[in-house]
């Protein structure tokens, strides 16, 4: 199983951004997919996650600006990021948790998200 993610650049404050994560693979379902987050010098941290009965959990930093959304015919998940702020500025790493003979996290390569002041 790999994710892909995408969608990532350079956007001004107050700016949008989506990005796109897709799980690609054979003979595997998915509980829930997520998006976390690592600014420089900071630890990885939790922007959102959504299992696959659509119950989502938001980081209380991107409440209200950042919306996470799911095609489960197509194993993708979205992140609709607007109002952006210098301090969104991060490389975000999609994240899935998958049933294949057992269930695994897999995590994808990170896309940059830069938001200039």
């Known amino acids: 199983v790999q994710l892909q993610a995408s969608g990532g650049g350079l956007v001004q404050a107050g700016g949008s951004l989506r990005l796109s994560c897709a799980a690609s693979?054979?003979?595997?379902?998915?509980?829930?997919m997520g998006w976390y987050r690592q600014a420089p010098g900071k630890q990885r941290e939790l922007v959102v996650t959504i299992t696959n009965g659509g119950s989502t959990n938001y980081a209380d930093s991107v409440k209200g600006r950042f919306t996470i959304s799911r095609d489960n015919a197509k194993n993708t998940v979205y992140l609709q990021m607007n109002s952006l702020k210098p301090e969104d500025t991060a490389v975000y790493y999609c994240?899935?948790?998958?049933?294949?003979?057992?269930?695994?996290?897999?995590w994808g390569q990170g896309t940059l998200v830069t938001v200039s002041s």
């Open positions: 693979g054979s003979g595997f379902s998915i509980r829930a």
């Open positions: 994240n899935a948790v998958i049933v294949r003979n057992g269930i695994r996290t897999y």
